[in-house]
């Protein structure tokens, strides 16, 4: 390819609106432009990223024996029906009427879809195992879309879902998909661990996510210094089988109202009360499907929403707005309670109900209970918090740490969860019929391109590892007005297309230092200079990942590329 006849719109500055650097590179090395909030056009340089990135998932989804589909991107209410998820999704998915007012999504993910094609073609045991992919548009309506591509409106998923005969086959091809996984983020030159997570909308028995580790990442991993445990922190279990300390249950009421003015946040109460933040509990209010709930959690913990979702079982989960609040006429925001509070239902950490003597709001403007136990009030207890780095793991009870990380992708042992519901039956051996068992397995294509580039870069750009690099050389002509040059570029770009090699060749009249620095940039692992040593049939090789310069005879170079 030449540049001259290729479209890469680099740019020197970085966009203001964009901090994560693979996305500063991705950006000016142009590959992506916004086009609105959370949604982007892809370049040519990021299509031929993504082809790269296809082919290596291709290839592992074949020797899966997944065999590769196309779904529609609209999906039916009817068919969301069918497995409850059109209310259960709520407000991340996008949602449109045709011109008979019939409703459809815009698919956020594609498991009713995978079902009603396994409903059609999977009649019998000798049908099984039988898996499917796609490698599709996914649009999701993010609350916050932020760094680039990192979390988009829009994004490309290789989603891919198995159909079973029993729960050991589920099992056994779950283990075959995970270890494709692995093997697809490997030959990608990705660094990754792969983590037990929550299922959230999806459902099913068990899910693990595959994490690149990183910085800049928006999720907390949990792993234990000691065994093999690791978790996305928000499914770290906390406290469970903790025993409820008879001690809490006092029969003698011991607390006694505080004033406490404008005292509303547990920094402030920590000041006022000159305690430290464990000594209270935080009750936080939230809006679940409508309704009013609160949670309590130890001042110095933090209400984990997911588990929370589980416990209430709704589909919508969110804070509380001070307006919802007001109108209860129950409370008062910064001074909410348990003791006395009737006609909203009260959920407690386990941690909760092994507190003693301690301080909560009294549901009075200005006023807190001190000495308060559990036996001052009702609550329902459950797991309800996140975990916190150095907590002991929840395996082998050494301690854990903590650390970021991106999610590249997502792997769920889906069990039942909707071959039950859509009623999907298969023809035994033994002539009966069985309820399939399923598994989902899912790739984000452009965060995972955002995480080789993370992994893969310097203070002057990307540095593409070289097996899907989308053009292996840059081939830059120094001054394209020097016939002698022109004839070695031209040589060597035919011969290199000979070798079946990408290159680009950058015959633009632009001034050598910005060709220079674009090739930086764009992160081509080589860079073949072919200047002033043309007239002695010299050229310099550069390789990008080490910088190394060598001076060499044109076949050296094609051979050192080549290699
Ligand atoms: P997250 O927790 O980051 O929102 P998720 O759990 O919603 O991810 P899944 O539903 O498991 O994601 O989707 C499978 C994969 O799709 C993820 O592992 C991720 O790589 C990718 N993905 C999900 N949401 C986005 C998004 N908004 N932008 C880009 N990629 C995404
Ligand atoms: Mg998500």
Redesign the pocket.
Known sequence: MKRSNYFIPTLKEKPSDIEQQSQVYMFRAGMLKKQANGLFVYLPLMQRAMEKVNAVIKKHMAEAKSFECKFPILVSKELLDSSGRWNAFGKEMFRLKDRSENEFAISP?NEETACFVAQTYVKSYKDLPFSIYQIQS?H?D?IS?RNG?????E?T?KDAYSFHASEECLTEYYGKMRQAYLNIFSDLGLKVVAVSADT?A?GGSGSE?IMAISDSG??DICVCSSCDYASNSEAVPCGIGKKISKKAFKTVISYKKVETPRVKTIEELVVFFNKSASDFCKAVCFNADGKLVIALVRGDREVNDIKLKKVLGCNELEIASPEMVAKSKKTVVGFVGPVGLKGIKIYADFEVGAMQDFIVGANEKDYHFDGVNPSDFKAEYADLRFAVEGEPCPKCGIKTNFSKAT????IFMLGRRYTDKLGMQFATKEGGLKTLTMGCY???V???IASIIEQHMDDKGMVWPQQIAPFLVDLITVDVNNEEQIALSKTLYNELNNQNVNVLWDDTDARPGSKFADAELIGFPYRLVVGRGAGENKVELVIRKTGEKLELSPEEAIKIIIK
């Not at 591509?149 to 409106?153: D, E, F, G, Q």
């Not at 999610?407 to 997502?410: A, R």
């Open positions: 993910t996914k999701r993010e879309p591509v990192m979390r988009a409106r994004f998923m959230g999806m996510e928006e999720t999610e590249l992708g997502h899912g790739i984000g452009e965060r995972t």
